[in-house]
């Protein structure tokens, strides 16, 4: 590269971990967490700048800032991964900050002097939207699965027949060099061998927010069960004493690429300063919400602060894009939450150390449906 020496060092997935010169210098740290890549450390740790990552939920980075909070890049693509280039008039599109960071696709970091992408068993191109070699996980007997050193012989037969039946149900893996079986878009390739789509993602999500929405479902049939009391309170109360009837609803967000069920009114959703509320998959709104002073202080439509004025959504929507995006955020925490830390959740030591107001769980999701 410009007569430049760079050496790469992958971890054993095959996760770029470091780029170094050819002193064996740090370029390039990548702070990594089982999530994905935080941060960029350029230089050597502890006099390198740090770049902060913003990557969307397949690992492709969108979105780079400094220390400081101001945005130094942005990145778009192809559906095939290929670099767009640079917006007019946009600050940091096209992502140049000072010629070292560089578009990451779907975890995959853009080689520019060659134009390819590294996903680990293969060079992959995003101008023929092919990878440049045949994929080794063939069905055949030549499966590089099979024909493993470790694998014993006689038990090659019984893998054969496993790997082939599988093979014969996907025509479109039997091309060797496609990328994705020719979906980009729904599909995610984690190394160059397989892929799998955004319905397996969706569930893994789901899955890993279970806990909190089970208690959310929890609590929505002691809403149903409290509406044998309502009746009873209402009877002796002769007609004096009531609250919301529980009410059902379905909430999904392009978005936020997020979904959920939604439960209005009950005993949960007929306080009018409580606008809504998320356990995982599930929020409760009150049911009167959209004609709160809350609700219509705001101008119709919303231009949310996180897209900076490219994503409108109707005032009637807000609060659902509101609670959508604590969706987002059970998805990335899981069970810790609400549980799993010490004493509480992330959730309740964010709202205890910062306060409700200004703590990051609310401050995100405002950005994402208020202006």
């Given amino acids: 590269m410009d007569g430049r020496v760079e050496r790469y060092l992958y971890g054993e997935s095959d996760e770029l971990l470091a780029v170094t010169d050819g002193a064996g210098q740090p370029l390039r740290l990548l702070v990594r967490t089982p999530f994905g890549v935080l941060a960029e450390v350029h230089g050597a740790i502890g006099e390198g700048e740090i770049i902060f990552r913003h990557d969307d939920e397949r690992g492709t980075t969108r979105l780079a800032t400094n220390s400081a909070g101001a945005i130094v890049a942005r990145f778009d693509y192809d559906p095939f991964g290929h670099p767009l ?5 946009v600050q940091g599109s096209g992502g140049v900050v000072g010629g070292a960071l560089t578009p990451c696709f779907t975890g995959r970091h853009w ?12 060079w992959y191109d995003p101008n023929l939207a092919r990878f440049l070699t045949p994929d080794s996980y063939t069905g055949m007997p030549d499966d590089s699965r099979i024909l493993n050193p470790l694998r014993l012989a006689s038990k090659q037969s019984s893998v054969r027949g496993q790997i082939l039946h599988e093979w014969l149900k996907q025509p479109r893996v039997r091309n060797p060099y496609a990328f994705c079986n020719n979906d980009p878009v729904g599909r995610i390739d984690p190394n160059g061998h397989w892929s799998f789509g955004g319905v397996l993602l969706m569930l893994l999500g789901a899955i890993w927010t279970l806990p909190n929405t089970l208690f959310g ?13 309502r009746w009873l309170v209402w009877l002796f109360s002769f007609g004096n004493v009531s609250w919301e009837t529980p009410g059902f609803d379905a909430a999904a967000s392009g978005n936020l690429d997020a ?18 509320i998320t356990f995982g998959n599930v929020f409760f709104v009150y049911k009167e919400w959209r004609t709160s002073s809350h609700i219509m202080s705001m101008p119709d439509p919303i231009f949310p602060e996180a897209y900076n004025g490219a994503v409108s959504i109707p005032r009637e929507q807000m609060l659902y894009e509101h609670e959508l995006r604590h969706t987002n955020q059970y998805g990335w925490l899981g069970p810790f939450f609400h549980l799993g830390l010490p004493i509480f959740g992330f959730y309740e030591w964010d709202v205890i150390i910062n306060g409700y107001k200004d703590a990051w769980t609310e401050r995100d999701a405002r950005a994402h449906a208020e202006p």
Wanted: with cysteine.
């Fill in 85 to 89: 280039p640079s917006i007019p008039g």
């Fill in 111 to 122: 080689v520019g002097a060659i134009g390819l992408y590294y996903f680990g068993a293969r």
């Fill in 217 to 229: 479902i929890l609590i929505e049939i002691t809403c149903l069960v409290g509406e044998v009391i």
């Fill in 259 to 276: 979904f959920a069920l939604v439960f209005s009114g009950g005993w949960l959703g007929s306080f009018s300063n409580l606008l809504g």
